[in-house]
Each structure stands twice: as C-alpha cells, then as structure tokens.
C-alpha cells in the first residue's frame, strides 16, 4: 500500500525526533548511602583507581536501588553501581572486576566522546534523510521509505558498532589496572561467566553481538581469559579481609532491601554467622519486630565490642523503636571509633535530638555541624541541625539549614522562601548570610529554569 507524502514526511520528522532522544541521559534511581558500605568501596577501589592513574580522593563509587545487574559511569569521576550487581556478585573480587571495567569508561573518556558516535550516526541518518525527503518529493513515497529505514539501520549499526568498541576498550583497560594492582582477574572472568548465565535464560542469541551495545558475554570471556591467565597476579590469592567485608555488606544490603521473608530463607535463625546476624538484625528491623532485631544487633555487639558498624546498627535499632537516651551511648562509641564519619554523625545527632533534653543541645549542634562540614550532600543531617537551631531559638539559621536540605533534595520552592528568611535575620556579609544568598540565587534559577520549560 503506497504512502502519502504527508505522511511520509510525518514519519521522517518522527524518526529524527527519536533519534535525539535516545542520547538523553537518565537518571531516576535512588542513591542508598551506608557508612560501611562506602568505606569498603573506597578500600578495594583505592588500587584500581591509582592503577588508572586517578586520585581516589577524586573518584566516587556510588551505591544506586535498582535491581537490575548493572555498572555505569555518567559524566565525571563516578562509577554507579546497581545494588541489584551486589545481589549477583559472589565476591569482592568480582566487585573490583566490575569497578576496573567502569574505570576504564572514565578514563577513556568514552561519556564525553559518546557525541562521536552519535555524530557518525547522525552523519548517516542526515544523508538519508535528504535522499528519502527528495524520493517522496518526487512522488516515489514507497522508495522514500526504503531508503529511510536502510539509512535508520546503518546509523544504529555505525553507534551499536562505536558502543562495542567502547566496551572493548574499557575491558582492556579494566584488565591493565587490575595487573598492575597485583588483583586477579579471576572475578571478572567469574561475573562474565554470571553474565552469560543470564544471556542463556533469557535466551539471547549467542552467534553474534552485531545489534548490541556491548559485546556477547562470551566473547568477552574468550578475549579476557587469554589476558587474566597470562598475568602474574592470576593465581594470587584473594584478599580475605575483602571478601569477609564483602559478605557483610552483602548481607546488610539483603536485609536492607529484600523482603523479610526471602531474607530469613536465605540467613535462617539456625544460620549464626555474622553476615545472617547482621541480615537478620535489618530484616527483624524492617519488619517492626524490635525486640528481634535488638537481639541480633546484641549479639553483633558482644561479638565485637569495638566495631563502630556494628554499634551503629544497634543505636539506630534503639533510637528508631523509642529508645534514644539508650541509643546514645553505643552511637557516640561509633562516631568516636569511625573519626566522626558523618553519616553515623547525623544518626548520632538525632538521638541526642530525639531525647528531649536541652543539655543535649549544644553537643547535637557540634556534631551535627562537623558531620556537614565533612559532608553536605546529607539531607537528613541538614534536616535534624535545622530542628537543633530552632529548639534554640536561631530561627534564621534554622532556615538556612531547610534551605540546604531543600535546595539538595531539588525543591527550590521551598528552598528560595527559607534562604531569604535566613537572610533577613542574619548580619549583613557575614559566612552564613553570603552562604544564604547564594542559595536564594541558584533556587530563583532553577524556577525559572522550570517555569520556562513549562511553557
């Protein structure tokens, strides 16, 4: 059946507009942030990451809620890893396997020279575009077509084709850091191998990788093993601290995330190991059974005294079934333990809020202030400062402190309205009052920002 003009061009303006959507980038999950889960990031990223020749104080491994087995880098020196990736690890070891990989995408620069393969497809596509628009122009509708959807399937093999390459890439790269690390590849090999798993069940096609933006599992598992294997670094052991922690957080993150009961099948009550105590403490948590999950955090507790994660656990157990004067005790021990690690900080902070007593006050408001001094991208931490300034009566620093929490949790609204309140009750020039303006500026631009883009 032969095309009208009218709608050939509709389709081609279609086509296009597709096209420059497919390059926007996306970002929706959530960002789950655990003091020790961080710490064990930075500990086995430290050497991968000075192996690239990066700083480790300049590169971020982030922990993002999403179920899917995935890894990505998005502009700058982070590397977002899917929790769902954690679930499927086996070990440390592959953990790092995935890091280098990621490493690699950050040094090749492949987020920023992602516009080249675009732009390769783009050249194809304009090209024909032109063609097909002067076919239907003259009338051949059917050709027009035939030569847009020829066109539409070169550029999608030219970008598929940059992409793969780019993966390629990044696999080398990830294997170079790791010898020079002294890490075995044996866990990059060994989450390959989980990959194809999964390619078989959902039965991928396993001849060719032509329409896909990374290479087939097992072809990547064919280059590397040649690579891994000749390297003096693959029969060296793991490092066991690694895979201890590893388990750890493994478990936490399990208890955190799944739900209860799948949690007590994997780590049942006969299962008295630290990684199912430390499951189970966040399942019984989650699952409003306080006495339960103070049991298991007990038990953590008296296990290692001095663990500063574990003393956590069991404060925050405390505090969030009522019991904040007892929460205290083991939530400063942690703060002392970790160096005043903020986000334990901010936990501590609100339990010396939650117990109702002025004298806690001032020791909140130096805590609390240290935690965002080292860290501000802490909303919860900006949020318990506000309530300890306005329970001493600074109701324009307490407004500062929404404005912060606010303008982070990107709600200008409300953050423009307590920045300027912030201002009026503060002195002229001084930290806070400039801090105060600066965020009424960038708030008033963000809504405008979002008033444009609604017109």
């Known amino acids: 059946m032969a095309l009208s003009s009218s709608k050939c061009l509709r389709m081609l303006i279609a086509y296009v507009l597709a096209l420059s959507l497919t390059v926007q980038p996306a970002m929706a999950q959530s960002i789950l942030r655990d003091a020790e889960t961080e710490a064990f990031f930075e500990e086995i990223s430290a050497p991968l990451i000075r192996a690239a020749g990066l700083e480790p104080a300049n590169v971020d491994i982030v922990l993002i809620n ?36 990621e490493l690699g995408h950050i040094e090749g620069g492949h987020v920023i020279r992602f516009s080249e393969g675009v732009g390769a497809a783009n050249g194809i596509s304009i090209a024909t575009l032109i063609l097909a628009a002067a076919a239907i122009a003259a009338g051949a509708g059917e050709a027009g077509m035939g030569i847009m959807a ?60 032509y329409g896909r933006t990374h290479p087939l599992s097992g072809e990547r598992i064919s280059v590397l093993e040649d690579t891994y294997s000749a390297d003096p670094a693959w029969d060296k052991p793991l490092n066991q601290k690694w895979e ?47 006495q339960k999950a103070l049991e298991e955090s007990s038990a953590l507790v008296a296990a290692a005294p001095d663990d500063p994660y574990f003393l956590e656990l069991h404060g925050q157990i405390l505090l969030e079934s009522g019991k904040p004067v007892d929460a205290v005790q083991p939530l400063r021990k942690a703060v002392e333990l970790t160096g005043s690690q903020p986000l334990i900080a901010a936990i501590f902070g609100h339990a010396l809020v939650a117990t109702e007593d002025k004298a806690n006050l001032d020791e909140a408001a130096t805590v609390l202030k240290a935690a965002v001094a080292k860290d501000n ?79």
């Open 244 to 290: 201890t922690d590893f388990k750890r957080i493994k478990a936490k993150l399990t208890g955190f995330l799944a739900d209860p009961t799948e949690t007590m099948r994997d780590y049942p009550e006969t299962d008295k190991s630290i990684p199912a105590r430390y499951a189970r403490a966040y399942a019984w948590h989650k699952g409003a059974y306080p």
């Open 66 to 101: 999403d179920s899917s087995i995935n890894a990505f880098v998005a502009g700058g020196q982070i590397v977002y890893v899917h929790s769902g990736l954690i679930e499927a690890a086996k070990s440390a070891n592959e953990v790092q396997g995935v890091i280098a990989h």
């Open 377 to 455: 991208q802490n909303p919860f931490a900006w949020y318990q400062l506000g309530v300890v300034y306005a329970q001493k009566g600074d109701t324009s620093r307490a407004a500062l402190a929404s404005a912060e929490r606010y303008l982070m949790e990107g709600a200008p609204q409300f953050a423009l309205p307590n920045a300027q309140t912030a201002m009026a009750g503060l002195t002229e020039y001084t930290p806070d009052w400039i801090r105060a303006q600066d965020i009424s500026m960038v708030a008033e631009a963000q809504l405008a920002q979002l008033k444009k883009r609604r017109r």
């Open 150 to 209: 020829a066109g539409q399937q070169a550029a999608l093999g030219k970008f598929l084709a940059f992409s793969r390459a780019q993966e390629g890439t990044a696999d080398a790269s990830g294997a170079r850091y790791l010898s020079a690390a002294g890490i075995t590849g044996r866990g990059s090999i060994n989450f390959f191998k989980t990959l194809q798993n999964y390619e078989f069940r959902l039965g991928i096609p396993q001849e060719d990788s």
